[in-house]
């Protein structure tokens, strides 16, 4: 799949996730292949880009390509401003936010939310578009509520924006994350638009993401929680979609290595003391599953400093770890 002049060398892309998708973690999903990754979501509103979290979003790889990153705002001006400064500050792709349902971004009228006024959607949209050179991106739900599945109206206004590619969680505002996606309204979407669709939304096996892709007949897929703890997934996916067989299983001391790195990267991006907070999360999420996952759960949300995470995350995971987490 193309998105403007980039050519992605997977259609497995990782699912922008706010307090999980920073550096660290996507210089790992595509490091196992993942065909793009985006920022967690930024505020438009640049004057609140000196925070730590702001920064901390705003950190690019340079070395990656495509860089997309991520804004959410309400305000076409405000947003076609953000958009502008992240392409100076090496933005390959921007990518709006249209699919966060979360109360903070919603109260501002941003997010999900904005599906409800189609004509502030096209405003928007036009704004950052003109705004900047790159190619521009929307991810959006598949509609406000069950009675406003207007995903197909939005689709189209992007399209007509110059809007590059969709990005379609299957539910709606309303639905937050309950119920099963529905890939049909994302087939709907995807006939009524030229641009590229990527399905989203529930996606956490090989087998799911070969039903998706046939249902939905998008041109490419967004994996979100189901990277959590596992960012090999994106190898499985590859594999599997080309040879239609499951690819071996990690070996055990490879998996350890893995977290191994991860730690060592996110103490270097937040330093030590943030880097083993950021980091309780991401073990607790390699550990679910496994024998004795509790125990090391609580021992590990616990500790202080890089070297003890460390040491504990070594013991459990080179001597304790089971079979069920490498066939993962
Ligand atoms: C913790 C969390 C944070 C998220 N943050 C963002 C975000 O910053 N921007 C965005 O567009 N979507 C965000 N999402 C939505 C995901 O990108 C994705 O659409 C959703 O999780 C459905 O995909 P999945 O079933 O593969 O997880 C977030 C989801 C979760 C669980």
């Not at 349902?101 to 939310?113: M, T, Y």
Request: proline share 4%; net charge positive; hydrophobic share 40%.
């Amino acid at each position: 799949m193309k998105i403007g002049p980039y050519d992605l060398s997977s259609p497995f892309l990782l699912a922008p996730m706010a307090g999980i998708t920073d550096a660290p973690f996507r210089r790992l999903c595509r490091r196992f292949g993942a065909g793009m990754t985006t920022s967690e979501m930024t505020t438009a509103d640049i004057g609140l880009w000196q925070t730590a979290k702001s920064r901390r979003r705003l950190d690019l790889d340079m070395d990656a390509t495509p860089r997309v990153v991520q804004i959410a705002g309400s305000d076409p001006e405000e947003l076609a401003l953000a958009a502008r400064l992240c392409v100076d500050r090496g933005a390959q792709i921007i990518d709006i936010n249209m699919g966060c349902p979360a109360k903070k971004v919603c109260r501002q009228l941003a997010g999900s939310a904005l599906l409800r006024d189609p004509v502030l959607v096209g405003r928007i949209l036009t704004a950052v578009v003109s705004a900047v050179s790159v190619p521009v991106t929307l991810k959006m739900r598949t509609g406000w509520d069950e009675k406003n599945r207007n995903g197909v109206d939005i689709a189209r206004i992007a399209e007509g924006s110059g809007i590059q590619a969709l990005a379609v969680h299957g539910r709606t505002r309303a639905c937050r994350y309950k119920g099963a996606a529905e890939y049909e309204t994302i087939a709907r979407i995807k006939a009524a638009v030229k641009i590229p669709v990527i399905a989203n939304g529930d996606i956490s096996t090989s087998e799911k993401s070969l039903e998706v892709l046939r249902v939905s007949a998008a041109d490419a897929l967004m994996i979100g929680r189901a990277a959590r703890g596992q960012p090999w997934i994106f190898r499985e996916l590859n594999h599997y979609l080309k040879t239609g067989n499951k690819i071996a299983p990690l070996e055990k001391n490879k998996v350890r290595d893995i977290m191994l790195d991860h730690l060592d990267d996110l103490y270097r991006f937040y330093g030590d003391t943030t880097g083993v907070r950021v980091a309780r999360k991401h073990l607790t999420w390699y550990c679910a599953g496994l024998n004795q996952a509790e125990r090391f759960r609580s021992q590990v949300v616990r500790v202080e400093s890089a070297s003890e995470q460390i040491h504990l995350t070594r013991t459990f995971f080179g001597v304790d770890a089971g079979d069920k987490h490498m066939a993962a």
